[in-house]
């Protein structure tokens, strides 16, 4: 059973910054595209951010793009969200996701197997 586990969320204030850590149980981590979803109250669960299984390529939506970065280490089977000039609209749930093998450019939440918990992301005004 693969397990994802988020931490490094919290209470931040607009214009601050968080990162966010998914340390992943699978053994051959280095070969799947990760992802990161949010979803805040009363919405449907939406694309941040995806990374490729090499870490070459990713990709944004468009609310995040440059504020956001997501980057991986594969030797620590480990992803990573840097989120900085954070907005009161950033305020969800976040959580990570393992997508396809070999993947890359995935921006669909069916295309992901296995999921966190979440991490609690709060942004005060």
């Known amino acids: 059973q693969v397990q994802l586990v988020e931490s490094g969320g919290g209470l931040v204030q607009a214009g601050g910054s968080l990162r966010l850590s998914c340390a992943a149980s699978?053994?051959?981590?280095?070969?799947?595209?990760m992802g990161w979803f949010r979803q805040a109250p009363g919405k449907e669960r939406e694309f941040v951010a995806t990374?490729?299984?090499?870490?070459?390529?990713?990709d944004y939506a468009d609310s995040v793009k440059g504020r956001f970065t997501i980057s991986r280490d594969n030797a620590k089977n480990t992803v990573y969200l840097q989120m900085n000039s954070l907005k009161p609209e950033d305020t969800a749930v976040y959580y990570c996701?393992?997508?396809?093998?070999?993947?890359?450019?995935?921006?669909?939440?069916?295309?992901?197997?296995?999921w966190g918990q979440g991490t609690q992301v709060t942004v005060s005004s």
């Open positions: 996701a393992v997508g396809p093998y070999y993947g890359s450019g995935h921006r669909q939440a069916r295309d992901y197997t296995y």
């Open positions: 699978l053994r051959t981590f280095s070969r799947y595209a």
């Open positions: 990374i490729s299984w090499s870490g070459s390529n990713t």
